[in-house]
């Protein structure tokens, strides 16, 4: 009958080599009671300590099994674990924090807008308030501008002369 696993680990931490040729269940329970004779005070000192103080009982028997190569494979998969894990962490820390702006959009004048602009540099090219490249009176000017804009908008006439005459005709081309 083979041995279950929780029997070799014992094997293991008793220092009993059950990969040995010739090693079976008999000669096991042969070296278990040998074993038993020889350190029963031992043991009894050893039980009690480990009552006494389980974390560091605990402690070395951990310590003990990654003394072992099965628990020196553990402690590099474990390594390389963390490492992955480290990775993806940074990654994911990096995506969370990377900010990514909308492009704004160019706003679009309106008609009216586009037929004011077009009128105040009409009215600056003209004479009509104050010399060509200045204006006297802006708010004048803007009024007049904005009101035949407004005009031309709905469908109304141009003037028949004078600078709201050249404020529609301007304006007219927009449309």
Known sequence: MAFSRLEKAL?????????????????????????ARVTPPAVTATTGLAAANPALTGAAIGLGALQTEPGQQLLDVAAERGRMDRIRFENALAQLTQVTLPKAKKRTKSK????????????????????????SNSKKAFKAVTT????????????????????????????
């Not at 094997?11 to 059950?18: C, D, Q, Y």
């Not at 005709?169 to 449309?175: D, E, G, N, T």
């Open 11 to 35: 094997m293991v931490l008793a220092g009993i080599n059950i990969a040995a040729p010739g090693f079976n269940r008999a000669v096991a329970k042969a070296t278990v009671s040998a074993l």
């Open 112 to 135: 009216f807008n586009k037929m004011v602009s077009t009128g105040m540099a009409t009215v600056k090219a003209s004479t009509s308030y104050g010399k060509k490249g200045t204006i």
């Open 148 to 175: 035949t804009a407004s005009k031309i908008l709905k469908g109304g006439k141009t003037a028949k002369s004078g600078i709201t005459r050249k404020l529609g005709l301007a304006m007219r081309k927009l449309l």
